[in-house]
């Protein structure tokens, strides 16, 4: 009896071991096969690229972007006639910031017996400028056309509308009638100019005041930069794009108290690229 179980269980763990060797040799397989057929998937890419054909048809993409003077997030559409040129549709928003914005805080302080503690606030600051942008171009393969690592370097070049969107800083201030926000106006300058601000100034106002009196400036832009794809033949996009973009607009915009405003702004960006294509 004791023979008959040794002989059984060693027979268990015979099949067992079998059983996980062959598991083993499937899946080492079934990486063969899908790095033969990746390979075999970026060839054909290539041949039908030699050919004037595209790899992919479309992709879609979403960037957010460090500008030197401020933020922006944007979402592009592009289509492929040929293999090596791209048309793109871009819409933007973002936002503009004065190079000499600053942000400061308040120690707080008490009004009618409650405690405050104000938001960080720029000082002397007299609009906040946004910008809304719908421009199209194209997407042009400059370097890489034969890696097959799928590595490609870019160059994309965009022009369009831009709509400039002017809304007025409201700064929180503690006066002898309470605690009221105010925004820049010929009767509150010596507030927003005052030597000590944290005297009278508790903080800035965040999203909360504005948005009913922002003023329109149209304009145009213009944009070229270089896009680093280092999978362009994978469906995924993961990217890195540097470049300089050009904004005119019809009004001068004033961003900073007694400074002068400007119809002009130039600017260099660095964004990071995420998308599929197909």
Partial sequence: MLKSLKFFLLL???LFGFILNMQAQNKTNSKEQARIAKHDRINQMLRN????????EKHNITAFKNHHDGWGVLFEKGFSKTAYKTTIIQFELGEKQHRKEQKQSTQGGVSGGF??????????KENIFYQAKLGIGKQVLIGGKSNKNGVAVYGVFVGGFSAGLVRPYYIQFALDTGLTYLKYQADTKDAFLNMDPKKDIIGGSGLRKGWNEMKFNPGVYAKASLRFDWARFNQVISAIEVGFMADVYSQKVIQMIDLPGKTFFPTGFLALNFGRRK
């Fill in 12 to 14: 268990i763990s015979v």
């Fill in 49 to 56: 690229e030699e050919e004037g054909m595209p790899a992919f």
């Fill in 115 to 124: 405690a405050y503690f104000g938001k960080p606030f720029v000082f002397g």
